[in-house]
């Protein structure tokens, strides 16, 4: 089975990468630069600008298990935040997400089923501080989430999200560097006393998009230490 995971350059992409081909899955990596870990997998590496239409068009062929993990940050409140961050965090985010299943869904019914995995965010659920585009634009990943699941439920198309909160990674340091948080700040408002780790978050995308999930879809599963129930 083909599984084509966005974003799997570095991060919480590239561990899913990891861990979905433990599961022998024949991995095609995406991103604007896959070459690193396609080495590593020894797995098909193609640049992929999810934003673009012409792009994702012709990858989704022959996937049957797709896995959205491209995104970008914000670090601004809603008066700071330029339209063009606005709409590059939404174009990114949400588009992509939704170009990318767009595409996916017709193969996936024209070979039987196949299995949706969003990588949404806790920011779908509870306001971060300066995170105005960020938030909106994952919880457009969690409404579509939700909507695609009950359009293709009979297709045999299961659609489910995961929305981690604070990863170890290396997207979360560049924001942190850019906002001037720091890692310690951010590991202190867990009720766990840690931050995630991209493995965990792996091995709830490997749940989601196996067998074992048969009856799971329309899901949001979130993994967070417990930082949205305090």
Avoid at 49 to 70: F, T, W
Avoid at 109 to 133: E, K, Q, T
Avoid at 192 to 221: M, P
Wanted: glycine content about 10%; hydrophobic content about 45%.
């Amino acid at each position: 089975m083909r599984a084509l995971v966005t974003g799997a350059g570095s991060g919480i992409g590239a561990a899913v990468a990891r861990r979905l081909a433990d599961d022998g899955f024949d991995i095609t990596v995406a991103d604007l630069d896959p070459s690193t870990i396609a080495e590593e997998l020894g797995a098909t590496g193609i640049r992929l600008d999810v934003r673009e239409e012409s792009e994702v068009e012709p990858a989704m062929n022959g996937v049957d298990v797709l896995v959205n993990a491209a995104g970008i940050g914000s670090t601004t409140n809603a008066p700071d935040t330029p339209l063009s961050v606005w709409e590059d965090v939404f174009a990114v985010n949400a588009r992509g997400t939704f170009l990318c299943c767009k595409h996916a869904i017709p193969t996936m019914i024209a070979r039987g089923g196949g299995a949706i995995v969003n990588i949404a965010s806790v920011a779908a659920f509870v306001g971060l501080r300066n995170r105005a585009a960020y938030c909106a634009s994952k919880g457009a990943v969690v409404s579509l989430t939700r909507a695609l699941a009950v359009d293709h439920v009979n297709d045999g198309i299961r659609v489910n999200a995961v929305c981690p909160g604070t990863v170890d990674s290396p997207w979360v340091r560049r924001l942190v560097d850019e906002s001037g948080e720091s890692l310690d700040e951010l590991t202190a408002r867990q009720p766990l006393g840690r931050l995630g780790t991209v493995e965990e978050i792996a091995e709830a995308v490997a749940y989601l998009a196996s067998d074992a999930a048969s009856f799971v879809t329309g899901s949001v599963l979130v993994i967070d230490g417990g930082l949205t129930a305090a």
